[in-house]
Structures are given as C-alpha cells and as structure tokens.
C-alpha cells in the first residue's frame, strides 16, 4: 500500500477475523489532507441545532463565515441557530485583546433577540491571546439573566472529535437548572440527531404512535427550556454516539439516566431503536405498539425494496463518513438492498466501532480511519467500487472517476431516517448507480 | 427625477449617501458576514499554478472549512494540506509540523510548487516560515532537483478579508518567482478572481487578438476540469512556474480590479499592500495598465482598447460582432430593466465593477462598503431592491423580499454551474444581461394574475 504514509499504515485494515483492529483516536498527520475539520467545528456541528439560543464565535471572520448555516437541522419554530455572529478580531484586538468587543457583542445581540440562551465559541486565536471568556460570560449572565455558555473550542486543541467533548460539556451546564412542573415517567432524551431534511420530525412520530413521551431533542430542534428539563427524563436514547455518548455519560453519572445507543437508518437498526426503548420500560401495550408499527411500516415497504434489491444486486459500495456507528448502520441498509460494502471508514471512529465494522462486513472490506483523497480514490479504484457514500468533500472523488454518489452528510435534502428513509436512501442509491450517464465515463 | 441624478452620480457607488442614511454599522459583532477569510483568497491563488499543492499552517480546520467552502462552489477536487498545529505545536512553535507537512505532501502529491498560507494563529506565534522553508531546504535528503519551489503568502484572517488574501498571495508569487532578463513580446494578465470560464474567455480574446501572454492565476482547467476517469491528484492546469517566472520580462501588465490598484478610481487605504501589477512596473519597469473588471460595455471597451493599443491589431470581428449584439440587445430589453434597483454585494472589485454596469443599463445599484448581510438587510426595508445582484448567500434576503437573486460571483452554493458563468467582457455582459432581464420579466410573469404569453 504504497499511497499510505508510513504514519498511517497502521490506521488502514481489512475486515476478516485474522486482521487486526486499527488505531484511531489519533491526531490527524500534518500534510496529509485529512478530510476532518478541528474543535471549533466538532462544538459548533453539535450545538449548531439549538435554536433558540445565540451563537457568537469570537474570533476571525472565516470560522464564523464557513460555518454559517452549514448544517439543515430544521426548526419547528425561532431560527436563531441560522444566523452567523462573530466579533471578527482585527489586528488591534488582537494585539490589545478582544474582551471590550466580545462584551459588547453579546449585550447587543441580547437585546436584538432576547434569546433563552448564548453560546460563545472561543477559536484559536482567542486561545493565544487569552481573552478571559469565562469572565465575561459570567458578568453578561449575571446581569441578563440568561445562560451564557463559553465553548471553549480553539481548533489547535485536538480534533474534531474534541469538539464534540467540549459541546457535550456546554449542554450539561444548562441541564438541570430548571425543572418543568410534569414531566411524564415514560420519557425519553433523544441525543444525536440532527433533524436534518426533518428526520427528528419522523422519529418523533413513531414514539408518539408508541406512547414514549419525548422530552427533549437535544441537538435536532433543541431547545434551552427542554435541555435544561433534561435530568427529568427517565432514558437518554443517543444515536451519532461520537458526538453525544459524552454527554449521556456526564448525565448518567450526575443524574442517573441510563442511555440506550441506537442508529435510526435501515429496517433493522430503526426496528431495535423502538423495540430497545419499549423493552427498557418493560411495557407490553408499548411493545405491542411498537411492533404494529414496525410490522405495518416493513409490509408497506418490502416490495419496494425487494425491487430495488433485484435492480442493485452486485454493486459495490465505499463508505466514507463522519462517525463510524453511521457506518455501521449503512453497511447493514445497504445489504438489505443488495448492495455490498468494500470499503467502510470515518472520521472519527472508536476501537469498538471499528472492530464491530471488521465483524460485519466481507472479507478483504477495507477499513479505514482518518482517510484522505489519496487513499480514497486508491481504494475506490482498487476495490471497484460503483457508488460512494460520504459528504461534500467526497463528492468529487467519487464523481472525478465516475462512481455515483450518496451525499448522508450535513445537505442532504431528503430525509434518510426511519422507514420512510430507508425508502429514499434506495432510491438515491438506485437513481446514483443508475443514471445513464455512467455510459459516457467508461 | 432625482433617481436619474442619483443613477450619474459617481458618489453613488456607496449609494444610500444619497438617501440621507448613514452606513456606519450599528453592531458590534459582524451578523452574517459576506466577507471570508484571506486563506481562502490564496488557497484559490494556489490552485490557478500548475503543480501546485497549498499548505495552510494552522489547525486543520482552517484547510478543510476552506476545501469545503471551495469544493461546494467548484464541484471539483480541491486538496489542501494542513500543518495540523496541536497544542504541544502553539506553545513550541510549528517547525516540526511544517516539515512533517511538506515532506507529507511531496510523498503523496509530489508537487512542483507548494503553497503556504498562514493563518491567524501561526502569525500570533510568530512563525518564521521563510526560515521553515530554508531549514527544510537545508536538510532535504533528495535529490536537489526534487524540492518542489516554495510561496509564502502572509495571510492572517485579522489583516483584511480573502480579497485582500487573494491579492497579497498573487504578490506574493510574483514576488517570488518573476526575474528580468529582458523584455519579451508578452503580456502578464492578473483578471483577479474571476471565474474559470471568465479565464478561459480572456485567453481565447487574447489569442483571437494575437497577442502573446502569461495569465496569472489560472484555474480555468484545475478548478473546471473536464471528467478524467482518475483523481488526478494535482488537477491538469494551472500557470507553469516557468511561465510566472518570465512575467518579470513583459512588455505590459493588464490588471484587473479598482480595490487595491492605486492607478484606477479608487485608492484603499490599506498602507503598505501594492498590487502584482505595480510591483512589476515599479520593480522592473514594466507599464501596468490597471483597470477595472471589464463588466458592461464601457469597461470591456476600456479594455479592448487597451488591447488594441498593445497588439496593434484591430478588435477581432468575433469580438465587435459580440459588441453589437450586445447594443442590440441593450435597446431591445432597456425597459425591463430601466429604473430598477439592484442590491449588490461581494468583492469590492466585483461590486464596483457590477455597480458601474447598473449604471450603464439604468438600474440603480445599492451598496454598502464593508456591510455585513444583516445590515443590508435591514437597510433594504428603505432601499427597496428589485433585485439581488451577488453570490448565493444573499439568497435569504432575496427569500425575504420575494426578489429574484440572481447569482454571480463566489461563492455559489445552492445552484449548479457556478465555474461556467461568464462575467467578463461583451460576451460575459451579455449573459449577465440576458440573465437579470429574465429574471425580471419572470418575476413580472409570475407575478400577474394573467398567464400572458408574449412579453
């Protein structure tokens, strides 16, 4: 394997019981285009969806800029997580400090919005020059009201997966600071969802139709009032477990709450995320429920994926995203479609995600963490692989050498959760490997 | 009547003057920023020289928010390497990772140019990447021939926005690489930050004139490939560096932009930043002949002539045939677009330019220098815009208002083609042209209680 640096040959594997499990957990190798961003962004994807909260990033202008509006987590009501604050540190505030702007900023963007909450992303710079955050955010709070949480999340600290650490740090501060007066015993957390394309919004349904009370949706539509309401619940269900296992843990050692790690994409990972919360609360009418539901959305869909297992059968496909338990999740969706993983890495994985991957998928699947393009279109060319599953920045990989492309990232359009999504995910698939253009790359 | 006034006034270019409000911004934070940050200015330097592979030495997420922003526009591959600074690398200094970094890169890329573009925190802690380079150089173990030719382009996010980084890194380069011998038949051409099928435009209307020339930056080819069937790891295309090195041998220099050259009618206060075109003329006495981005006719005539001037050949007929199609189509739609007013925003070179091409067609262009989307925003409540004139992020605004966006510049993230539209010259103008009549004429359509069928 030629076109691995040395440093990361040990990052790459197979699957198969004789192969060993990869290293991860590593810091991203200077020079080696990784496809992963920095804390900043681990803190800013996750708390991103709180929407009824301010978001200020006190720091230079790009950290603000190319976050703004990146992800599609929809809300069903105030919008304030779309709008992009930054103090754009000049020269001068850098050369005498960025307090007095930071000060004023909140104050004003307090009194423009009135917002439940704020957050201040501290950046790297912030972390050179030593602007006390912490101070400041004290002060405001005191003096407004209202929670004003520093993140403290300068890119150099670690990767992107230290982000998520720091975010999951921020949201505890605000749980149980208040209590709602009722908050009814069959209740459930949802962490890790995004409510990208509205996927929240279905799942929500689906507990609804099970009679889980849903308490709060902590990174999808989040709310302060909910969050800080959060200790009240009786089971924290936590999908994207990369970014929000931390946060579970922290309320499980403060507050008790047991958590439950579950995926919602394909039959079989959506089917244990309902049959798993209805067997924690060892309720019969709730499992009965549960598997109306499940038996009712399965017969519905069946014949639509048997059809598009016939048309997909013996493709191939490269799986390439941000966390590692959402490849598990589509190593498993793409099988019910006939679709055969060959190669599976992420961003971020742990030891046990991965060694789960090498038990699940093929032999001679290639496993990989913390990949980059080199080694992507390697792999791709070497394994053959027809379609590629991934996010913006490897689209282009996979279109440069005319393998489809299924965009499970932060733009998708259409929702890919639950049943209906499983549906859609098919249909992407089937529309991408498909296509009659493929006829003028060959 | 005091419309038409306003549309002749040269003040006007920040207009809302006019209107008796003030522009000064009345928050503190930047809400909705349409500026971003210099890396990504040179990044997009880097990527119009052939060979080249950009380090950015900072953290890694400076690299990939910027590969993101560009791959979302560009729709094609866009690697940029990161120096990965760590905590261990902000207290100690980023040596170690600059060279892990570059020697990552020549074993994976094997580059014939690299690229470096600071970033906020390695100019806070005082990195010497001249020295970097030099102590690699030094201790490099392959073949002499084999190090790739280094840039160095100073580019803090505090000190300005990717403009300005756009500009210091194409300083940079000339900096670095242009040498004089003597002066050749050639002319250098810096068209600023245009888009790929702007670049391909300039050099066909440059060989449709005769006339020999570098083009500096030109990502026509590596930010607009064509498909490849491979992952070309460094995209084909792109100004060879021996090529930029005979820039320092030409017989003229044409620069685009009004931002930052002092020669054209606006002078930015921004002390010591020269442009490449009054770097080369001071240094090597090569005549630069600044100008604004040739958007409308009176620009792409200025333009032309200074063409006609330096070949000594008339304008080609293609071109003046373009020119009177464009006249053409000027009388046939001027009614629709008459009176309207426009809400621009962007580069202040692309603006100004957009903005003198409102002018020259009737429609009232509304600025403002320096503003952040909100602020324009709010103060399109009195301005009133008929239509958005700018990159994608506008789009809300236009949402709001139930105005046509209609999207020119960079960034482009919400609709497909953003390399292939034309801005520049007759021909650029009349696409631009054909494309805001439309979207008011639509407008006016979907707008009527009739579904009328002729315009």
């Known amino acids: ?85 930054c103090t754009d540190l000049q020269e001068r505030d850098v050369i005498f400090g960025g307090e007095p702007k930071l000060q004023k900023s909140i104050n004003e963007l307090i009194d423009l919005h009135n917002p439940k909450a704020a957050f201040i992303y501290t950046t790297c710079i912030v972390g050179v020059i030593g602007d006390d955050v912490e101070q400041i955010c004290r002060t ?58 509205g996927e929240l919004w279905i799942l929500l349904e689906y507990y609804k139709k099970m009679g889980v009370h849903v308490n709060a949706t902590i990174t999808g539509d989040g709310r302060v009032d909910d969050i800080c309401n959060a200790h009240n619940a009786a089971l ?63 017969s519905r869909m069946m014949p639509a ?56 998928c093929d032999e001679g699947t290639i496993i990989v963490d913390d990949s980059n393009p080199v080694e992507l279109s390697h792999f791709v060319k070497e394994k053959q692989a027809d379609i590629f599953i991934g996010g913006v920045k490897e689209r282009p990989i996979a279109h440069k050498i005319g393998l489809g492309f299924c965009d499970h990232n932060h733009e998708r359009k259409e929702p890919l959760a639950g049943y209906e999504g499983m549906i859609n995910f098919a249909k992407e698939i089937y529309a991408t490997a498909m296509s009659p253009v493929w006829k003028f790359t060959k | 009547m005091s419309k038409l006034t306003n549309i002749t006034d040269e003040t006007n270019l920040v207009p809302l003057q006019g209107l008796g409000v003030s522009s000064k911004a009345s928050y503190t934070s930047t809400r909705n920023s349409c500026k971003l940050c210099a890396p990504l200015g040179a990044s997009m330097v880097f990527k119009g020289i052939e060979g080249c592979v950009p380090l950015i030495h900072g953290s890694q997420g400076c690299a990939t928010y910027i590969r993101r922003y560009m791959i979302s526009h560009y729709k094609e591959p866009v690697d940029i390497a990161s120096s990965n600074f760590s905590e261990e690398t902000t207290v100690y200094g980023g040596s170690k990772n600059f060279i892990t970094g570059i020697n990552n890169i020549i074993k994976q890329y094997k580059p014939t140019v690299i690229g470096i573009a600071s970033t906020c925190l390695s100019e806070t802690i ?111 295309g792109g100004t060879p560096v021996w090529k930029l090195a005979q820039m320092g041998n030409s017989k003229a220099v044409i620069e685009f932009g009004s931002t930052f050259n002092k020669g054209v009618n606006r002078v930015k206060k921004s002390g010591s930043l020269q442009t490449a075109g009054e770097w080369l003329e001071s240094t090597f006495y090569i005549k630069n002949n600044p100008m604004p981005l040739p958007i409308g006719i009176e620009a792409s005539d200025k333009f032309m002539e200074t063409l006609k001037q330096i070949s000594g050949n008339e304008i080609p007929e293609k071109h003046r045939k373009e020119r009177g ?110 494309r805001v009549v439309n979207a008011l004429i639509e407008y006016k359509q979907e707008n009527s209680p009739i579904g009328y069928k002729y315009l």
């Open chain 1, 236 to 298: 924290n269900v936590v999908q994207c477990s990369g970014s929000m296992n931390y946060l579970a843990k922290l309320m499980k050692d403060e507050y008790g709450i047991p958590q439950m790690r579950v995926s919602y994409f394909g039959i079989e990972d959506m089917s244990d995320a309902l049959y798993d919360v209805a067997r924690f609360f060892k309720d019969d009418d709730m499992m009965a429920k549960a598997r109306e539901l499940v038996t009712e959305e399965i």
């Open chain 1, 305 to 360: 994926l048997a059809w598009y297992k016939e048309k997909l059968t013996g493709k191939k496909a490269a799986i390439y995203v941000g966390g590692a338990f959402k490849a598990i999740s589509l190593v498993k969706a793409l099988r019910l479609i006939g679709v055969q993983s060959v190669i599976v890495g992420s961003q971020t994985g742990t030891t046990e995600d991965y060694e789960l991957i090498k038990q699940l």
């Open chain 1, 1 to 85: 394997m030629a076109h691995i640096l040395d440093e990361r040959q040990k990052q790459v594997s197979m699957a198969g019981a004789n192969e060993r499990t990869i290293d991860c957990n590593k810091a991203s190798l200077a020079g080696s285009v990784s496809q992963r961003a920095c804390v900043f962004c681990g803190s800013r994807v996750v708390l991103y969806p709180i929407v009824d909260a301010l978001h200020i990033i006190h720091g230079p202008i790009g950290c603000a800029a190319y976050t703004w509006d990146i992800r599609g987590s929809l809300s069903s009501g105030p919008e304030l997580h779309r709008l992009s604050y």
């Open chain 1, 140 to 197: 405001i709070q005191k003096e407004r009201g209202i929670p004003i949480i520093p993140v403290q999340a300068p890119g150099f600290q670690g990767s992107k997966k230290d982000g998520y650490k720091v975010a999951c740090e921020a949201i505890f501060t605000l749980v149980g600071t208040k209590s709602k007066p009722y908050t009814p015993a069959k209740s459930i957390n949802i962490l890790g969802d995004f409510n990208l394309a």
């Open chain 2, 126 to 236: 005082g990195e010497d990447i001249p020295g970097h380079i030099r102590n690699f150089k030094e201790n490099f173990e392959g073949a002499a021939k084999t190090i790739p030719t280094f840039i160095n382009a100073s580019t803090p996010s505090y000190c300005g926005s990717h403009a300005e980084g756009f500009h210091n890194t194409v300083l940079a380069t000339v900096q670095t690489l242009a040498e004089h011998e003597k002066t050749d038949n050639h002319l250098t051409i810096f068209p600023g930050m245009v888009s790929p099928a702007d670049i391909r435009y300039i050099k066909e209307l440059l060989n449709d004139f005769g006339i020999e020339h570098i083009l500096f930056r030109d990502y026509s080819e590596t930010l607009d490939n064509e498909y490849t069937s491979e992952y070309q790891l460094i995209p084909t």
């Open chain 2, 325 to 434: 199609r464009l006249v053409d189509a000027y009388v046939d739609a001027h009614k629709y677009v008459f009176g309207k007013k426009a809400l621009l925003y962007g580069e202040e070179d692309f603006v100004t330019a957009m903005a003198d091409w409102c002018k020259e067609i009737g429609v009232e262009p509304f600025w403002i220098k320096g503003a952040d989307f909100e602020t324009l925003r709010e103060k399109s409540e009195e301005f009133k815009p008929d239509f958005v004139l700018g990159n994608s992020k506008g789009y809300y605004i236009a949402r709001e208002r139930k105005i046509p966006l209609i999207r020119v510049g960079f960034p482009i993230h919400d609709r497909f083609g953003a390399n292939r539209i034309h801005h520049l010259g007759y021909r650029g103008t009349q696409e631009l042209f054909d």
